[in-house]
């Protein structure tokens, strides 16, 4: 079957038009952490052009549930999150006000360690907050592959933290 990107897109502008408190496309973008040509390419025929991690984060912005895009994409209809339901719902963020970008990749993986780096010595010098992710589905192997990886970045991460070498472990 084929995909009806121009379908999608206007499903999702219209599901944007309908959103209430309304959200504008340079509201999306930032929300999403991409540019505002990226939000016009999702609502209309170029949605393909974008990747499928944007999409879904932008239809979850939208109150969608996850796999409306591909029931939309294959003649159906979205299906709207509980929370947001037919009335389009609130735009203010959940939980911790990260990106839906971000929180799609933390909740489709498997997280395998977490770790703050502080920046300066007082709190107010700012962090930097690691989260280190793999398939839900990986094995021992892909794992510890994962794990030598980072631990060769953290040593860098270390590098530019705090001059006395503060990490507060999570």
Same mark, same amino acid.
């Given at each position: 079957?084929?995909?009806?990107?121009?379908?999608?897109?206007?499903?999702?502008?219209?599901?944007?038009?309908?959103?209430?408190?309304?959200?504008?496309?340079?509201?999306?973008?930032?929300?999403?952490?991409?540019?505002?040509?990226?939000i016009q390419k999702m609502e209309s025929e170029?949605?393909?052009?974008?990747?499928?991690?944007?999409?879904?984060?932008?239809?979850? +912005?939208?109150?969608?549930?996850?796999?409306?895009?591909?029931? =939309?994409?294959?003649? @159906?209809?979205?299906?709207? /999150? $509980? *929370?947001?339901?037919?009335?389009?719902?609130?735009t203010a963020p959940q939980g911790l006000g990260?990106?839906?970008?971000?929180?799609?990749?933390?909740?489709?993986?498997?997280v395998l360690e977490s770790q703050v780096f502080? +920046?300066?010595?007082?709190?107010?010098?700012?962090?930097?907050? =690691?989260?280190?992710? @793999?398939?839900?589905?990986? /094995? $021992? *192997?892909?794992?510890?592959?994962?794990?030598?990886?980072?631990?060769?970045?953290?040593?860098?991460?270390?590098?530019?933290?705090?001059?006395?070498?503060?990490?507060?472990?999570?």
């Amino acid at each position: 079957m084929d995909q009806d990107f121009a379908r999608l897109g206007a499903e999702l502008k219209a599901a944007r038009l309908r959103k209430r408190p309304r959200i504008t496309q340079p509201e999306a973008a930032e929300a999403l952490g991409v540019g505002r040509s990226t939000i016009q390419k999702m609502e209309s025929e170029k949605a393909s052009q974008v990747t499928p991690t944007t999409v879904r984060a932008y239809a979850r +912005l939208l109150g969608w549930a996850d796999g409306s895009v591909g029931q =939309v994409l294959a003649g @159906g209809e979205p299906t709207m /999150t $509980p *929370e947001d339901g037919a009335a389009g719902g609130n735009t203010a963020p959940q939980g911790l006000g990260l990106s839906p970008l971000v929180e799609h990749e933390l909740r489709s993986g498997k997280v395998l360690e977490s770790q703050v780096f502080n +920046l300066g010595p007082d709190e107010s010098d700012g962090q930097i907050i =690691v989260v280190l992710q @793999g398939r839900k589905d990986a /094995t $021992p *192997e892909e794992v510890e592959r994962i794990a030598a990886r980072y631990r060769q970045a953290r040593r860098h991460l270390q590098g530019i933290s705090s001059d006395r070498g503060e990490v507060a472990e999570s």
